[in-house]
């Protein structure tokens, strides 16, 4: 939310994709309510249950015809608990969220992105976590580190048309965490 603001200050126009409508609806509201004149866009999409990149082909189609100078791929979950005690549901829903949306989502939008005159942005929104396996978060630390690999290879692959950024915080209080300390 706090990107989307921001870069809405800035000018930039904002497609937002996540799963809940009236969420997404809130997120329209507060972005045209802090930068007059930019344009938005919703997309209610569930990334978690999204497998194949297919999927993601049909949905990007929806934004085929926007110049995308900035991509943030920045929705994730965590589930905690020890990797037994996770439901086989749970742990397809956190790989397809946290490890292959990234790089799937990424990877369509990549070939309209080369296309602009204009150098383009893809952000990750990565986690501290990262750093090292983690006991109770395995997956969702594996995932962070999966993905920042491939993001900072990026950077080096694709360096004449994109900047790569992975962002990586600590803990912060969000509905993802509630007892983050931030
Ligand atoms: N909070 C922390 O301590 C912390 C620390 C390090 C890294 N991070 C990372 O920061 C990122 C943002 O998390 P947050 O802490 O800001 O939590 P958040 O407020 O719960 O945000 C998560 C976002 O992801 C979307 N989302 C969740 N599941 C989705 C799905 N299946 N399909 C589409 N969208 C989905 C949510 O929207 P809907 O619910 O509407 O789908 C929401 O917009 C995550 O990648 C997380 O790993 C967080």
């Known amino acids: 939310m706090a990107f989307a603001i921001d ?4 000018g930039f126009n904002i497609c937002i994709i996540s799963r809940s409508q009236t969420k997404l609806d809130d997120a ?10 930019v344009k ?25 015809h926007l110049d995308i100078g900035v991509l943030i791929t920045n929705a994730g979950t965590v589930n905690m608990g020890p990797f037994r005690d996770i439901t086989p549901e749970d ?11 990234p790089l799937y ?10 296309q602009r005159s204009k150098r383009s942005a ?23 580190i999966f993905c920042r690999y491939i993001y900072q290879g990026w950077n080096y692959d694709h360096a004449n048309k994109f900047d790569v950024l ?17």
């Open 40 to 64: 938005t866009m919703t997309i209610s999409a569930d990334l978690g249950a999204m497998t194949k990149i297919a999927e993601y082909t049909e949905l990007t189609s929806k934004i085929a």
């Open 105 to 114: 989502l990424a990877r369509t939008l990549m070939p309209q992105m080369q």
């Open 122 to 144: 893809l952000i990750f929104t990565g986690s501290g976590f990262a750093c090292t396996p983690m006991t109770g978060v395995v997956m969702y630390a594996a995932s962070k």
């Open 28 to 37: 329209e509201k507060k972005i045209l309510a802090s930068a007059k004149g």
């Open 166 to 182: 992975c962002v990586e915080p600590g803990e912060v209080k969000t509905l993802l965490n509630p007892r983050g300390s931030v």
């Open 91 to 101: 742990i397809q829903m956190v790989m397809n969220l946290d490890a292959l949306h």
């Open 7 to 10: 870069l809405a200050k800035e």
